[in-house]
């Protein structure tokens, strides 16, 4: 009943609607984009270095001549799947984690909570030093993994405090008369209520792991060159951006646009979810 | 001479909300008008208004008049002088009133010396004065005591002090008792009786509560959606009704003295200020209307002395002489089953033997150390029998919330016996804990906090039905929902989207889900209007026939109580003091408590009201931390002061337990000197003969 429910009032949601048309948008641009475009990523034109956008490089080129266009559509299939997938990760682990800790109580919520505070106050950078030579030429997911293990602990604090408020109302009280098992009270009427900070988070997420895999690249990690994501463009973009503006105004464009889509959908499912707005 | 005069006054909200549409009445010197109205009916933004107390961006229009002098409009600075001089006001929620961080002493005085030029050892002097006349014990003592160190009760009646501090002509009280207990609302209705005779002011009452109304005003103001409806002498309204609307407030409201059988509610909702209906507002709810009522809003009209009424078939009421019971239908409730059989032959679905529950009292930040024990539940026992509903009534802190709990948790109790359905909670297992948990259900008090706000209906009440693995979940909730009066089309709607009767109604078809034996009904109606109130109740009284169910009732209210139960358990500080049929402990309480607690609940009879004496308790409930020995009752009992003393050692060495009374079958309390005494009805007239 709540999913078809939610359903309904999603896709009668106007920005829902745009944010998902937005989003779609932008995944067809970013994986059918490239077959429209006269260069491959991987070609180097050696006229051109530096170029600015003209009819043949639609976007430009880079220093070493490589097709803007071509370049920034190849970074962003990157970029949408890991931003999506590190906001997933992240909210979820933070969700459950937090939710857990504050309804249970007792030795779970220590141990958690130690858990939690361990690795905010350990220096994410010197794990991922230890860590990066293990993984180096493993699967890209693992590095979904990573972004996705330093960007939770904050947010399950916030929820566990949460939790524990709404661990004291009534229905949540009746469902356990109910005897309905506690992990599913949790996953049914203490995340649901919380929705609303888990999507903002969640949206807030997105934006965050594109920019943070760029500075994890610096550690010879994740996406390494020649292979190019949005943060490593915007990051190098960013150093000539007077100079050379389409190298950095493509690629942050275009993560604005995906983190503007990401926004609408997310206020679209908040109130799609939250029963007291009309829409 | 009128003091205060209001005419047509009007306030809006914006985006054309109209909270109040034309309210205008007199108050005259040592007069108390009573208001009454549901919640959302405008009787309080009208006192708001008359203060000048509405947030900025309220549009008042129309004319308040004191002394002859324009209220409205008038200047900040020149109303803060009226205000608490001229008029003070008395809220529901005294706490909001003091500042924390002042003693009460100091903040009567601070009163005292803004409106009046006074030397500041005079006007603390004048603060203890208030506080011994509103019954304060030891008021030089504390005077000097902070806001958060007062009992309800107190702080409320320190409140009054505050308010008539400056010899008011007008006191406005806006639900001065609701939220105290009746002992203590009792008390406080007492003092403000005082303080009127004190300062001979005019008194503007406002509250849902009929009875409060009928022993202490000498005329009626009835508001309904924004505007007066009715408006007359005391008796006339309650005795005389001639507004629908009036008439079936009256007859919705369950009486202590069990004056009548079947409560009659008023079918729907008020109506929404944004979405009135066009003629009449009540004409949505009102089986008399006829289709020249939507034609246009009635007027207030007058009808003879003192009476005015906006309904437009007014003169026929009153031609026929019409009663709340002719006007509304009568609800048939189909008689139980069960009760045929006599008790003693039934099954026992709860029995609770020495139960106890005590907390540790903790203190400390850091490291928490034990420094006593609450005595939450001190030993009780009790036997529901199958068909049958036993009321645990008590004030705030006599252990009934905690008793319920460890009914609903089904563990182990620390000590004493817990037996639903024949099965000993400390002997359960977890699947049987949970199979028992489908037989043993809970409907809450706040309808609102207790179904997700998050979940639409529909699922919240195939919650239960998916947990247990039952089949056909759809078709059982809508079977669900029409069974409790709502349409199977609203399972999609969220709580948010129903009204509190409707929500209640809702939180009983979940409760009903897993067709259970008992249901312990948590205060189910006291957080709900009057009018709703009555049709929770038939439902409540219709389903336990029809279904054979079993009720555990905890309630405050003893009107509910005396309609709903079948017995009744009175709880006094984790033990209890009285338990037995209904009709005996009503009719005939023999515990001094049970005494107090009856004869301090209001009458919805204004003639009754004014003939009846009060047995009134002094001081507030021990702490629970500490409980007095022997008789935990005697620090309040009234019986016990006219005790000789070596009667009185009895009581103070040795507690006594629940005894059954010799002249009755099914009633017993635990009190040395029991004494079966009639004391709803009691007048100083009986006492005479
Ligand atoms: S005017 Fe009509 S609808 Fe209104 S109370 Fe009178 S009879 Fe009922
Ligand atoms: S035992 Fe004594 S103190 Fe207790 S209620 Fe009876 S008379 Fe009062």
Sequence with gaps: ?279 | MSILEVRDLTVTFPGGIQAVRGVSYDVAQGEVLGIVGESGSGKSVTSLAIMGLLPQNAVVSGSVKLHGQELLGMDEGELTRVRGKAISMIFQDPLSAFTPVYTIGDQIAEAVRVHQKVGKDKAAKRAVELLDLVGIPHPDVRAKAFPHEFSGGMRQRAMIAMAIANDPDLLICDEPTTALDVTIQAQVLEVLKTAQAETGAGIVMITHDLGVIAGMADRVLVMYAGRPVEQGVVDDIYYRPRMPYTMGLLASIPRVDGEQDTLVPIEGNPPSPAALPPGCPFAPRCPMHIDACDDEEPPLTQIGGGRYVACIRSREIEHKGMTGADVFPVPVIPPSDVARVPREERETVLELDNLVRHYPLMKGAVFKRRVGTVHAVDGITFDIAEGETLALVGESGCGKTTTLQQIMQLTPPQSGRVVVLGKDSSKLDKAARKALRGDLQIVFQDPMAALDPRMPVGDIIAEPLRAHGRKNVPQRVAELLTLVGLAPEHAERYPQQFSGGQRQRIGIARALALEPKLIVLDEPVSALDVSIQAGVINLLEELKNRLGLSYLFVAHDLAVVRHLADRVAVMYLGRIAEIGAVENVYDRPAHPYTQALLSAIPLPDPEMERSRKRILLEGDLPSPADPPSGCRFRTRCPKFARLSEAEKRRCVDEEPSVARLARAKDHGAACHYAEEIEVITASEHQEEQ
């Design chain 1, 1 to 279: 009943m709540r999913s078809k429910v939610v359903l309904g009032r999603l896709l009668r949601n106007r920005q829902a609607r745009y944010g998902g048309i937005a989003l779609l948008l932008l995944i067809a641009l970013a994986y059918i984009g490239p077959y429209l475009g006269a260069y491959d990523w991987t070609d180097k034109d050696f006229l051109a270095f530096l170029s600015p956008p003209d009819a043949d490089h639609w976007w430009g080129t880079t220093s070493i001549g490589q097709d803007m266009y071509a370049v920034t559509l190849r970074g962003m299939q990157k970029s949408i799947v890991i931003g999506l997938l590190v906001a997933l990760f992240a909210t979820g682990l933070a969700a459950l984690v937090g939710a857990f800790a504050g309804y249970f109580g007792g030795w779970v919520d220590k141990l958690l909570m130690w858990g939690v505070d361990l690795l905010l106050v350990l220096p994410s950078f010197l794990i991922i030093a230890i860590i990066s030579p293990r993984l180096r030429g493993a699967s890209w997911l693992w590095f979904v993994v990573l972004l996705a293990a330093f960007a939770w602990m904050i947010t399950s604090r916030v929820v566990r405090s949460m939790t524990l408020s709404l661990r004291e109302r009534e229905y949540v009280q009746a469902a356990l008369y109910m005897g309905i098992p506690r992990w599913k009270i949790i996953l049914r009427h203490i995340v649901p209520n919380l929705s609303s900070l888990l999507i903002i988070d969640a949206t807030l997420n997105v934006s965050g792991a594109v920019i943070g895999e760029a500075a994890l690249s610096f550690f010879g990690f994740g996406i390494q060159p020649p292979d190019v994501s949005l943060g490593t463009l915007i990051a190098e973009g960013a150093r000539n951006a007077t100079g050379y503006p389409w190298l950095f105004a493509f690629p942050a464009g275009l993560l604005v646009l995906l983190v503007l889509a990401i926004n609408l959908i997310g206020d679209g499912l908040r109130d799609a979810l939250d029963p007291g707005s009309n829409s």
